[in-house]
Structures are given as C-alpha cells and as structure tokens.
C-alpha cells in the first residue's frame, strides 16, 4: 500500500479532534513529500541535523515537531521554525529553550514529557520531578517558553492492559496539572500519545495528538 492510501485510511479511522504527527524520521525527503502531496501538513522527526536538511528540501507550509531527546547545543538549529518541541524534560533545556526564543522573536510551544513506561529509559521527567519543575515556578519566567501540555510513550508490550494503564496515567497527570497550573490557559491543552502499535488504546485513553511513522512510511 501507498503513503497517500496510509494517510487516507488513518484520516478516516482516527476522530478529527486527535492531531496525526507523521513521523518521517530516517525516511528520505522523497517520502515525506509524498505524505505531504497526501495532505499531510505536520511531521515529526527525532534528530536535529536530519530535521535541518530536510526542511530545506521541503515546502515552507509544514508544521516541525521535535519528538526525540533534545541536546541544549542544538536547539539553536531548530528555533527559528520549530512548531512544537515534544521532549522538554528538564529546566536546562527549558531555559535554552527560552533563550532561543527570544533570539528569534518566538513563543516556542513544548510539552512536558514524562516517563510512564516500565523500561528504564533517561528520557522524560519522572511524575515526581514533574511535579517539582511546575512547582518551581521557573517556568513561568519563561515567555518564549508555552508549555502546551504532555507527552508520553508506552511500554514496548503486547500487554495492551500494561499500555493502557500507563497511557490512563499520563492522562491522569495532565489532569491533575491542568487543574493545578493552566486552569485558564487554553493553550495547556495537549496529551501526545499513541504510536503504530498502540496508538487505538492512547486514543481511547484521550490522546489529542498521535505520532505514527512505520504505519505511514514502513519499515526503518
Ligand atoms: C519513532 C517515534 C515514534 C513513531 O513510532 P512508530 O512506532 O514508527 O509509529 C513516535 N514517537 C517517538 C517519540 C518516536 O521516537
């Protein structure tokens, strides 16, 4: 099956409200133009140096998602355009993040990443230390910073009750954090959930925001 006919059937399958990143990492410009002469407008990539070169190979109008670990050094490369960094997980990254910004005259919306599964892994903010950062308050001397919401990545498991459980608690720990910090902040808002294998659960769990890559564009 073809890239467009991937995209059409997720298009038709996933509800209008949940957000489809495409995640073309490692795959060549050539595919993600074929996704974007699908429709597609938003695509995510994992690596700074790749995002970079094929930005410049690809129309102005797609939207950048930032998805993987994000060294400080780089995040000069990505802030001129950057439409949403999906791996803030710590108050250095943050203040880079801030001052990138500002550099660029940009508000740079992020979300809070947080690690719900069981494999040991350093990516993301434990709950607790999620909870520290939003205590802290540092973010809010940030103006070029816009925490948008949360992001999480299951287990790597057939368990689907394992995935499920870890996908009802980050949806959990957005709650509580909406409540406790953006009660009137319309833009804290997003629960990027959800990849190729369970990305059905993360919907049913209330993902806004899926990112799918070997679905779409097969195998890396
Ligand atoms: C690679 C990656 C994805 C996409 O994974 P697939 O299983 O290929 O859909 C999603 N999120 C993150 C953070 C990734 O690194």
């Known amino acids: 099956m073809s890239i467009q006919s991937h995209i059409d059937d997720l298009r038709e399958t996933v509800p209008s409200a949940v957000t489809l990143v495409a995640v073309s990492k490692f795959h060549p410009a050539g595919m993600v133009r074929e996704a974007y002469d699908a429709g597609q407008r938003i695509f995510g990539e994992s690596r700074v140096q790749e995002l970079v070169v094929k930005k410049e190979q690809l129309p102005g ?4 998602h930032f998805i993987g670990n994000l060294q400080r050094n780089k995040v000069k490369q990505i802030a001129p355009f950057i439409s949403l960094i999906h791996s803030l997980d710590n108050e250095r990254l943050m203040l880079e993040i801030e001052k990138q910004g500002a550099a660029n005259g940009r508000v740079i919306p992020c979300l809070l990443q947080i690690h719900i599964a069981e494999e ?13 950062f939003l205590e802290g308050g540092k973010w809010k001397t940030c103006p070029h910073v816009r925490i948008a919401g949360v992001m999480g990545m299951a287990t790597f498991t057939d368990d689907e009750n394992q995935v499920r459980k870890e996908f009802r608690q980050l949806k959990s720990l957005f709650e509580e954090f909406k409540a406790g910090y953006f009660a009137d902040d319309p833009v804290f808002r997003e629960i990027s959930m959800g990849m190729t294998g369970d990305y059905p659960v993360a919907i049913e769990e209330g993902s806004t925001m899926i990112r799918i890559g070997t679905l779409i564009f097969g195998d890396r």
């Open 61 to 64: 109008d797609i939207a950048w």
């Open 120 to 132: 040991e892994t350093k990516a993301g903010f434990s709950p607790g230390e999620c909870r520290q």
